[in-house]
């Protein structure tokens, strides 16, 4: 196996972690209706960013620009969860939604995204990965192709949520139920 096939895999399982991540994230929101807020769902938009990156390495090889844009992206998400970390630190205020062993969402998002700049910092260390043979043409690991389908319908899920929720205007600081859903404006739509 070349170098590049190596970091292609190894992109992929990264796929199939950020995937975890939305995951949870979705089966806290629809198994315990603990809706994401506005900064919640700028994190997720910050996992996606990363999972394109993760995914273009897949799909077409592993290159700089690829990790530049997940590192880009993990940066923004990463200031969104310093911001939320920030204003429910304050004594007084109290946090946002449940914790997960120990820590709330927007923590996890913090380390996480860490995780995502030292792990690209670090990838990019590996010029091998970045030679041009004729596995760069060769189609996509097959594990990397599920996970790749996998964060697209994620991406779907969450984008479908978050119109239902917000109604496609601004979203409520502290979300308590799914906008379009609640007005009757869904049920209008499919004709009940």
């Known amino acids: 196996m070349s170098e590049s096939a190596r970091f292609r895999l190894l992109n992929a399982l990264g796929?199939?972690?950020v995937a975890a991540v939305l995951i949870t994230?979705?089966?806290d929101q629809i198994a315990f209706h603990d809706l994401p807020c506005p900064l919640c769902i700028l994190q997720r938009a910050g996992f996606l960013g990363v999972a394109v990156g993760l995914a273009l390495n897949v799909k077409f090889g592993p290159r700089p620009s690829h990790y530049g844009l997940m590192i880009l992206s993990s940066l923004a998400g990463g200031a969104v969860s310093v911001r939320q970390t920030l204003l429910h630190i304050v004594p007084g205020e109290g946090a946002y939604g449940d914790a997960?062993?120990?820590?709330?969402?927007?923590a996890w998002a913090l380390i996480l995204f860490a995780v995502c700049v030292t792990g690209s910092a670090i990838l990019m260390l590996f010029d091998g990965q970045f030679e041009r043979g004729p596995e760069a043409t060769s189609p996509a690991p097959l594990l990397?192709?599920?996970a790749i389908v996998l964060v697209l319908l994620l991406a779907l899920?969450?984008?479908v949520s978050t119109v239902l929720e917000c109604g496609g205007g601004l979203c409520p600081d502290s979300p308590t139920g799914y906008m379009l859903i609640d007005d009757g404006t869904v049920q209008r739509?499919?004709?009940r």
């Not at 997960?100 to 927007?106: A, P, Q, S, V």
Request: hydrophobic share 60%.
């Open 15 to 17: 796929l199939v972690a």
């Open 25 to 27: 994230a979705f089966i």
């Open 100 to 106: 997960f062993f120990g820590l709330h969402f927007y």
């Open 144 to 146: 990397g192709t599920l």
């Open 157 to 159: 899920g969450n984008g």
């Open 189 to 191: 739509l499919i004709g």
